[in-house]
């Protein structure tokens, strides 16, 4: 078996290391153009040449969740295309968000700001019921924020294409339920893939259909969020502020207004980084699940979009 890997941004050595150790039967290498014919591909955001020329592959596994970047290019018709699912994501998921609903509904922030400045202040205690948070996708990383919210008592309602019916967790589902279920939500966490039908689903008529003082934490991809209306909402006072990962351009441009935004918390698209071992070990069972014909966890339908 020959296992070609390549991905931008991504240091291959420890991985062609990593997929060597667990594959010591396959012949592993880093992609150069004009190689030869491969039977599965280890990529992230590889270029077009890549499968222009790698006509043959029949499994393609992405080292990421997210497929939007793969699924703009022509990929083979006959590969499966397969993306990370958890692989260690979803508990830092979970805590990335749950710290960022937190650090807002508690005003740590602002206790942050007093206590550097020599003032010992108290604000009042924190009403749960008032920080009802919505997860906007309720798939591998939603749901395990969803649950990760709950054990902070925190009302929690969630958003996805199909119907989900998740304990104490109330499930809107579909372009219809939309309004009712954001009109629910104080706090809003977007865990959607990127597709033609989310793409700027953040925008100015959807977030102000927030309750007032609302919370947008965007960990998922840049282009759900329609930056100047965020910008706008925030200035009007419809919006307390935001907890950003992704960006529409990143890294994200110098002198770009979200850095020095008071309101606006950023961090480098780290939210729930790939972890390379564990990320191997599936995809490695993963191609053997393939080769005898199983249907595995992950499998990207690509007219769906994710
Ligand atoms: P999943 O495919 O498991 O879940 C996607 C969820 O979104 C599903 O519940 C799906 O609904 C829902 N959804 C998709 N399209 C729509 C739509 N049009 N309307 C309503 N709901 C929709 O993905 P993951 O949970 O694994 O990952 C989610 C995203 O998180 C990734 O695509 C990636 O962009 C991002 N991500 C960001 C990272 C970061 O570091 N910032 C790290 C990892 C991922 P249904 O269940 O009905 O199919
Ligand atoms: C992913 C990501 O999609 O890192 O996995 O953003």
Not at 30 to 50: I, R, T, Y
Not at 83 to 93: F, K, P, T
Not at 214 to 241: C, P, Q
Not at 287 to 296: P, S
Request: aromatic share 8%.
């Amino acid at each position: 078996m020959k296992i070609t890997f390549c991905c931008t941004d991504t240091k291959a050595e420890p991985w062609l290391v990593g997929l060597r150790a667990a594959l010591p039967q396959a012949e592993v290498s880093l992609w150069q153009p004009g190689d030869a014919p491969a039977d599965h591909a280890v990529v992230w955001a590889p270029p077009q040449q890549f499968f222009d020329e790698q006509t043959q592959l029949k499994g393609v596994f992405n080292i990421g969740a997210g497929v939007d970047a793969l699924l703009k290019l022509r990929l083979p018709p006959q590969a499966t295309v397969v993306r990370l699912d958890d692989a260690g994501m979803s508990v830092q998921m979970a805590e990335y968000v749950c710290h960022a609903v937190i650090r807002h509904a508690r005003e740590f922030d602002a206790y942050e700001a007093d206590t550097r400045a020599g003032k010992w202040s108290f604000r009042k205690p924190l009403d749960r019921t008032d920080f009802s948070v919505g997860v906007m996708g309720l798939g591998v990383l939603g749901q395990r924020v969803a649950r990760a919210l709950q054990h902070f008592e925190f009302p929690v309602r969630g958003w996805s294409r199909s119907q989900k019916n998740l304990d104490g967790v109330p499930c809107y589902a579909g372009a219809e339920q939309l309004p009712e279920f954001l009109a629910s939500c104080r706090v809003l966490v977007c865990l959607l893939p990127l597709t033609p039908e989310t793409r700027d689903i953040l925008r100015r008529d959807t977030l102000a259909l927030l309750q007032p003082g609302g919370y947008l934490i965007n960990v998922a991809r840049g282009a759900h969020l329609v930056e100047e209306d965020l910008l706008a909402l925030l200035h009007e006072g419809h919006l307390a502020g935001a907890t950003l990962d992704v960006f529409r351009t990143e890294p994200l441009p110098a002198g770009h207004p979200f850095w020095q935004h008071p309101q606006i918390t950023i961090t480098p698209h780290n939210s729930a980084r790939t972890m390379r071992e564990v990320s191997i070990a599936q995809i490695v069972g993963k191609m053997a699940a393939l080769a005898q014909g199983h249907r595995v966890a992950g499998t990207v339908d690509a007219a769906r979009g994710y």
